[in-house]
């Protein structure tokens, strides 16, 4: 069993930036892809940037050239920075191991 734990989300101006982080632990070593996606409440949760073990990385239209996703295999932690946010990024973040294991979340809000 793997379990995933996000932190990192909070309130923040529109143009700021915040920093995800996830922590996976319990069986890891087989964890290939690492991703994360977001929730609005009421809309279908969208994937917006998985990596692959050996550092490749895809994002999402919407966030590229804002967001960058890493990761270290060593210590099985994940990181999404996030830079000139804006209002409509505003959502639950979750990060997942593989399209199996998913974390509970966490809020982000941009907002003035």
């Known amino acids: 069993q793997v379990e995933m734990v996000e932190s990192g989300g909070g309130l923040v101006q529109p143009g700021g930036s915040l920093r995800l982080t996830c922590v996976a632990s319990?069986?890891?070593?087989?964890?290939?892809?690492m991703a994360w996606d977001r929730q609005v409440p009421g809309k279908t949760r969208e994937l917006i940037a998985f990596?692959?073990?050996?550092?490749?990385?895809w994002y999402v239209d919407s966030v590229k050239g804002r967001f960058t996703i890493s990761r270290n295999n060593a210590n099985n932690t994940m990181w999404l920075q996030m830079n000139s946010l804006k209002p409509e990024d505003s959502a639950v973040y979750y990060c997942?191991?593989?399209?199996?294991?998913w974390g509970q979340g966490t809020q982000v809000t941009v907002s003035s």
């Open positions: 319990g069986v890891t070593w087989s964890i290939n892809t």
């Open positions: 990596t692959y073990r050996d550092g490749r990385a």
């Open positions: 997942n191991a593989d399209n199996r294991h």
